[in-house]
C-alpha cells in the first residue's frame, strides 16, 4: 500500500494526467509555494488580477510527481480542505475553461451564486444529491475526482482517499482508497514578489 501521493499516481489510467483546484485561501504559503513551483498554473477568476485578491483567489494545477510542491502539498495540506484533486486526459487550457463554468450557478429563484466546487467538503455533500444529468456537467471532462477526508475532531488525518467516478449507467460511483500517510517535511519558503499570477495566462 503506497502512501497518499504514490496512489493518486499509480491509479491514474494511462495517458491521464492528475490536476487540482485549489483554494488559496486555504493557506498564506499555498500561492506562494505554487508560483515557485514551475507548474502550469491558472487563476479561475482572472488571468490578470493580481496581488492579496491573486493569493485568495482559486487555481487551477496541472501537478507532476515527483515535485517538490505537489509533495508539500498532499502531506502538509492533507486533511485541510486545500483543494480538490481530479484525472483528466485534458490539457490544462480545456480544463480551464471547463471548470470556470462551474463557478457561477443560480438558485431556483434565479438568484446567481458562487459555486464553490473546489472545497472538498462541498464537492463531497453535493454530488451524491446529483441526478445523472447534473453529474454530467459536474464531471465534464474529469474521469475522477479524488478527495482526502477532513480531519475527525481529534484532530488526526485520516488514512484513505475517496475516488468518485461516473458509472456506466451515469450514476456516482464511490469507493474508499486506504494508504499510508506520510507527513509533511517542512522546507523552507522562499521570498516571492509577483504581480500577477505567474507565467501560466495562457496555459497549454
Known amino acids: ?35 515557485e513551483s514551475g507548474l502550469k498554473h491558472r487563476c479561475l477568476f482572472d488571468a490578470k488580477i493580481s496581488g492579496a485578491l491573486a ?12 515535485n517538490g510542491f505537489t509533495d508539500w502539498l498532499l502531506t502538509q495540506g492533507w486533511g485541510k480542505s ?22 457561477r450557478v443560480k ?10 466546487f473546489y472545497d472538498p467538503r462541498i464537492l463531497r455533500a453535493f454530488l451524491p444529491t446529483c441526478a445523472p444529468e447534473e453529474l454530467k456537467v459536474v464531471f465534464g471532462k474529469v474521469q475522477s475526482f479524488w478527495l482526502e477526508p477532513e ?5 488526526r488525518r485520516p488514512a484513505h482517499w475517496t475516488c ?9 460511483l464511490s469507493e474508499d482508497l486506504p494508504c499510508e500517510v506520510r ?8 521570498v516571492v514578489v509577483y504581480e500577477g499570477a505567474g507565467d501560466a495566462a495562457d496555459p497549454q
Open 82 to 103: 486545500y483543494g480538490i484533486y481530479f484525472t483528466s486526459q485534458q490539457p490544462l487550457a480545456t480544463l480551464y475553461r471547463d471548470r470556470r463554468k462551474l463557478l
Open 107 to 116: 438558485t431556483e429563484t434565479g438568484q446567481p451564486l458562487l459555486f464553490r
Open 151 to 155: 480531519e475527525d475532531d481529534e484532530g
Open 1 to 35: 500500500m503506497g502512501d497518499q501521493v504514490d496512489l493518486l499516481w499509480e491509479r491514474c489510467p494511462p495517458e491521464s494526467e492528475v490536476f487540482a483546484v485549489l483554494d488559496g485561501a486555504a493557506d498564506p504559503e499555498l500561492f506562494p509555494r505554487l508560483l
Open 55 to 66: 493569493q485568495a483567489s482559486p487555481h487551477i494545477v496541472a501537478l507532476k510527481h515527483p
Open 183 to 190: 507527513s509533511a517535511t517542512r522546507s523552507p519558503l522562499s
Open 164 to 172: 468518485l467516478q461516473r458509472g456506466e449507467d451515469g450514476a456516482l
